[in-house]
């Protein structure tokens, strides 16, 4: 493309206004993750006076923050890999067959993700608040009850997702695996899945993301031994005080996993993700 | 997607299946073969999507049918841990969610409206900085691919802690923005802004909310500019175009489609959002910025009317519908038109 000569300039103020935006949350949360309580109660500072590690060894005591850690980590584990289990077969399905009741199936999947959150959290709460009483499973304010309600969410996207990766491996190289003596599973375990493993990695981690960050949920569905992180951290602002350098401390703690997963698989990620808006 | 040949097409057996013995073969493989050929090629599909079917059963179709029904109880807290025994309110939940002389008919149009308002905003200034960003980030120049992993750091991070640190940032004594007003002399010293509550929370929530979304229309809009042929930009150059004809006339009317899709991805996220406003402003948020979900939630969950709280679900997802339908069939008009 033929570049005017304000261009340059143009592009460095653009991009350093947006830098600027995104990036200072960010510096703020690391700077004052290092600052002793003093300093973040008083008027702000860009450059901490005083460097204090101590935010990172408090923020274990304030709050049972290791085990809030713990169940962010099975609820968001189990229901990233489950999802994606389930999602491998459906996808394969939706991309390698016509099937009647194919389009149904794909517009059901796709629209309940357009569905917010509140729709299905009111009646979930209502099915396993009930469910104690009918059955005896308890499974209001258990990790399992939160994984199922993660479900709601993981599964569609999954399944869309996959489907796009799908499409993007050639039939071509599933014929080849069933000319050689391969069923259709054959061909799903020992071609496609294979070949599509970058982007199952990605979904996985995407769904993982999203678990880890999820709030709704977490908020009604969780009770004080099964609090996740996202409600957890709540417990840093006490009536009188709020810990400000622990809870970036912590912020910067439990989102280290995540932002380092992203940035190392975000060419799949962003592949899946802008694969249906693209094409 | 529909041009997408099935592997097995025009093939009259289909797969040999007397193979089951042979070494390197997974389990299911070996079991799924054992199946007759022509019933394992009609059944095979709806096999591969069962499990998937059953969970969408399980955590969709049964709590919407649910919902629904929960939708014409009287369901208090006295009948959360029995709700056979809610009296039927029959339509009096919806009666009283769209009176709007009503003072919960009232305040849900309030809260619908400033959804409204606030997604549109922040919908447009999304989009806007992702464009802004996608075209200012063509081109191979130092440190593009630093910067463009930095942009998307808002997008992975966890949505509490982004958040939160955007409430410390807006905190009225302690805060980077009214420390900078301050600074500025923008702001009195002794008289500094609230920002998370009153009329700025309205403001700070739009902020917030376009740091949190405008990576995600960055990511799919540069990826949209990559599909446009370097071909078109010089061509048209040759024929003397400048920069500015060449993004009127080429990159925006091709990331049309693209655009479609951004659009109304973001339109639902933001409508939806509920972890935003939540984690900004806690479990009643202010009046200025009562988002509709928090405004559910808050209906359902802190003075416990689900019978209520269950008949906007259904209102809002009635909305969603129509809005996504209108927009879904203007917009696929507008494409088979071009």
């Known amino acids: ?279 | 997607m529909s041009t997408t040949p099935r592997p097995d097409a025009g093939r009259g057996a289909g797969p040999p299946s007397g193979s089951s013995g042979r070494p390197g073969k997974g389990v299911l493989a070996r079991l799924t073969d054992r199946i007759p050929v022509r019933i394992r090629r009609v059944s095979l599909p709806y096999l591969l999507i069962i499990p998937a079917i059953l969970l969408e059963l399980l955590i969709h179709l049964v709590p919407m049918v649910i919902g629904i029904g929960m939708s014409f109880l009287k369901l208090t807290q006295f009948f959360l841990r029995n709700w056979s025994a809610a009296p039927s309110a029959g339509l009096s939940n919806y009666q009283v969610a769209v009176d709007f002389d009503s003072a919960v008919g009232s305040s849900l149009l309030h809260s619908f409206l400033i959804t409204i308002v606030f997604t549109v905003l922040t919908v447009a200034l999304s989009w806007f900085l992702g464009t802004m960003g996608a075209v200012l980030m063509q081109g191979a120049f130092r440190g593009r691919g630093l910067l463009r992993a930095l942009f998307l750091v808002p997008y992975a991070l966890p949505v509490y802690a982004g958040v939160i640190t955007w409430s410390f940032m807006l905190q009225r004594d302690s805060g980077l923005v009214n420390h900078i007003l301050v600074q500025l002399h923008l702001a009195d010293d002794s008289d500094r802004p609230f920002w998370l509550i009153g009329d700025n929370s309205f403001i700070s929530l739009i902020v917030v909310c376009v740091w949190r979304t405008w990576p995600f229309a960055f990511l799919v809009l540069m990826a949209g500019l990559q599909n446009i042929s370097g071909d078109l930009y010089e061509a048209s150059a040759i024929d003397g175009a400048g920069w500015w004809r060449q993004l009127r006339s080429i990159t925006l009317p091709l990331l049309r489609p693209v655009n479609q899709v951004v659009v109304l991805v973001l339109f639902l996220w933001t409508f939806n959002d509920f972890n935003t406003p939540y984690v900004l402003f806690g479990k009643s948020a202010p009046e200025q910025a009562d988002l509709i979900s928090i405004h559910i939630y808050q209906s359902s969950f802190v003075t416990w009317n689900f019978g209520s709280g269950s008949a906007m679900s259904v209102l809002l997802l009635l909305f969603l519908l129509v809005v996504t339908t209108v927009y879904l069939v203007a917009t696929s008009r507008r494409r088979s038109d071009a």
Request: avoid cysteine; charged fraction near 10%; proline fraction near 6%.
């Open chain 1, 1 to 279: 493309m033929r570049e005017p000569r304000w261009l340059p300039w143009a592009r460095w103020i653009g991009l350093g206004f947006l830098g600027l935006f995104t990036l200072t949350p960010i510096y703020v949360m690391v700077t004052s993750a290092i600052k002793p309580l003093s300093d973040v109660q008083g008027d702000f500072h860009w450059i901490p006076t005083t460097i204090s590690l101590r935010p990172f060894v408090d923020i274990w005591q304030t709050i049972p923050l290791a085990r809030y850690f713990g169940n962010s980590l099975i609820v968001a584990s189990i229901a990233s890999v489950a999802s994606v289990t389930v999602a491998i077969f459906a996808a394969y399905a939706i991309s390698r067959f016509r099937f009647p009741g194919r389009r149904i199936f794909s517009i059901t999947v796709l629209s309940t993700q357009m569905f917010p959150g509140i729709l299905f959290l009111l009646p979930l709460f209502m099915i396993f608040v009930n469910l104690s009483n009918v059955i005896g499973i308890d499974l209001y304010g258990s990790l399992t009850g939160l994984i199922i309600t993660y479900l709601t969410f993981s599964l569609p996207f999954s399944i869309w997702m996959l489907v796009g990766y799908f499409d993007s491996i050639p039939v071509a190289l599933d014929e080849a695996a069933q000319v050689d003596g391969s069923g259709p599973i054959g061909a799903l375990i020992r071609v496609v899945i294979p070949a599509a493993m970058p982007g199952i990695v990605a979904v996985t981690v995407y769904a993982f993301m999203t678990a880890w960050g999820e709030v709704l949920f977490a908020s009604v569905m969780t009770d004080d031994s099964t609090r996740t992180l996202a409600v957890g951290l709540q417990g840093y602002a006490t009536q009188n005080d709020v810990y400000w350098n622990q809870v970036m401390a912590a912020s910067l703690v439990v989102s280290v996993p995540v932002v380092a997963g992203f940035l190392l698989l975000q060419r799949f990620l962003v592949q899946g993700l802008t694969a249906g808006a693209v094409k």
